[in-house]
């Protein structure tokens, strides 16, 4: 007997496009107030509102001097929101990101000192400068949206989000991240090179030993909270969503959309990508002003959802071939609905 997926539910009231519209209000001036500082990069900031927007975390990839903290830091300045910079170095310990406890002599106790990742926004700067064990900390804060420091487990606010850069691998002084904590990512950007045109615009707004980087603030955390509520209820069709586990499939199971590519694969991604990918589709549609999913923002949004969670093995690597290579030729052999 063969086996047939069950209807998905629809959501209880899809809203309309003047619920969208106003619940979007606050896109276009944190845009602008965005642009005021960084140059270009449309589909960063893009995607660092699909992270606010879906309580994910993002990693933000490129070569210095690309403004990835800068953009980070713009975007919690624009929210009302607690923010921390932690600078990943290689001497770093667990304790500096999520904590200790500290002995007091005088009565023999103990007490918690809270670390830096106990805020709304966390910029990890250069995440991939610490060793494996730091990496770890960060693991349980990610996943679970806690910490444990001695005996007691203590809740990070809401929003928690980690938005961290890296430097490309092949880089002095870098470590390889733990695909445990790449999977926990639900973005991995690259960040290029500006265009002649905004390299130019950067030229005449930073050219200057006092740069204006002061914006103001848009909105605050219970309105993007209360946004999420709006997201969730963006409509995706069975198509769409069948679109997106066949996709997922095909990473772990590429031969049978693109044969040539088993040999190349060694793991593909994980459940934890097919909701993300779900999740961050309907963020874009209202980012868009639409209630409803297309297979367009599924498309332009699986190389972010999946390159840092196929793994390729040493034939692959010999061969200069990236994940983003596996990802485009994945997505042109499958049918689109």
């Given at each position: 007997?063969?086996?047939?997926?069950?209807?998905?539910p629809?959501?209880?009231?899809?809203?309309?496009?003047?619920?969208?519209?106003?619940?979007?209000?606050?896109?276009?001036?944190?845009?602008?107030?965005?642009?005021r500082?960084?140059?270009?990069q449309?589909?960063?900031?893009?995607?660092?509102?699909?992270?606010?927007?879906?309580?994910?975390?993002?990693?933000?990839?490129?070569?210095?001097?690309?403004?990835?903290?800068?953009?980070?830091?713009?975007l919690?300045?624009?929210?009302?929101a607690?923010?921390?910079?932690?600078?990943?170095?290689?001497?770093?310990l667990?304790?500096?990101?999520?904590?200790?406890m500290?002995?007091?002599?005088?009565?023999?106790?103990?007490s918690?000192?809270?670390?830096?990742?106990?805020?709304?926004?966390?910029?990890?700067?250069?995440?991939?400068?610490?060793?494996?064990?730091?990496?770890?900390?960060?693991?349980?804060?990610?996943?679970?949206?806690?910490?444990?420091?001695?005996?007691?487990?203590?809740?990070?606010?809401d929003?928690?989000?980690?938005?961290?850069?890296?430097?490309?691998?092949?880089?002095?002084?870098?470590?390889t991240?733990?695909?445990?904590?790449?999977?926990?990512?639900?973005?991995?950007?690259?960040?290029?090179?500006?265009?002649?045109?905004?390299?130019?615009?950067?030229?005449d707004?930073?050219?200057?030993?006092?740069?204006?980087?002061?914006?103001?603030?848009?909105?605050d955390?219970?309105?993007i909270?209360?946004?999420?509520?709006?997201v969730?209820?963006?409509?995706m069709?069975?198509?769409?969503?069948?679109?997106?586990v066949?996709?997922?499939?095909?990473?772990?199971?590429?031969?049978?959309?693109?044969?040539?590519?088993?040999?190349?694969?060694?793991?593909?991604?994980?459940?934890?990508?097919?909701?993300?990918?779900?999740?961050?589709?309907k963020?874009?549609?209202?980012?868009?002003?639409?209630?409803?999913?297309?297979?367009?923002?599924?498309?332009?949004?699986?190389?972010?959802?999946?390159?840092?969670?196929i793994?390729?093995?040493?034939?692959?690597?010999?061969?200069?071939?990236?994940?983003?290579?596996?990802?485009?030729?994945l997505?042109?052999?499958?049918?689109?609905?």
């Amino acid at each position: 007997m063969s086996e047939t997926a069950a209807p998905s539910p629809a959501p209880a009231s899809i809203p309309d496009k003047e619920a969208i519209e106003k619940a979007s209000a606050w896109v276009k001036p944190l845009r602008t107030e965005v642009g005021r500082v960084l140059v270009g990069q449309i589909d960063l900031v893009d995607r660092l509102l699909v992270a606010l927007l879906t309580n994910g975390h993002v990693l933000l990839e490129g070569v210095p001097g690309l403004a990835k903290t800068l953009a980070v830091r713009t975007l919690s300045a624009c929210l009302h929101a607690k923010f921390q910079r932690i600078q990943f170095t290689p001497d770093l310990l667990p304790a500096d990101v999520i904590g200790t406890m500290v002995y007091h002599p005088r009565d023999g106790t103990f007490s918690p000192r809270l670390g830096p990742v106990f805020a709304n926004l966390v910029l990890a700067d250069e995440i991939n400068r610490a060793p494996a064990k730091v990496q770890s900390a960060l693991l349980e804060a990610m996943q679970e949206r806690q910490v444990t420091i001695g005996e007691n487990t203590y809740k990070l606010p809401d929003p928690f989000l980690v938005l961290a850069t890296q430097n490309p691998i092949d880089q002095e002084g870098t470590y390889t991240l733990p695909e445990a904590q790449l999977d926990r990512f639900l973005l991995k950007v690259r960040v290029v090179y500006p265009t002649p045109a905004e390299e130019r615009r950067v030229l005449d707004a930073m050219a200057t030993s006092t740069p204006k980087l002061d914006v103001n603030q848009i909105i605050d955390l219970p309105d993007i909270i209360a946004t999420r509520a709006v997201v969730n209820s963006i409509y995706m069709d069975d198509k769409i969503r069948d679109y997106i586990v066949s996709i997922i499939h095909a990473t772990r199971e590429p031969d049978k959309a693109a044969p040539h590519l088993k040999l190349l694969i060694r793991c593909g991604a994980s459940p934890r990508g097919t909701i993300n990918l779900a999740l961050a589709a309907k963020a874009i549609a209202f980012l868009d002003g639409r209630n409803y999913v297309t297979p367009q923002d599924v498309k332009n949004l699986a190389p972010d959802i999946l390159r840092h969670r196929i793994l390729l093995n040493y034939e692959a690597e010999a061969e200069g071939v990236t994940s983003d290579d596996v990802v485009k030729q994945l997505m042109e052999k499958m049918p689109v609905p």
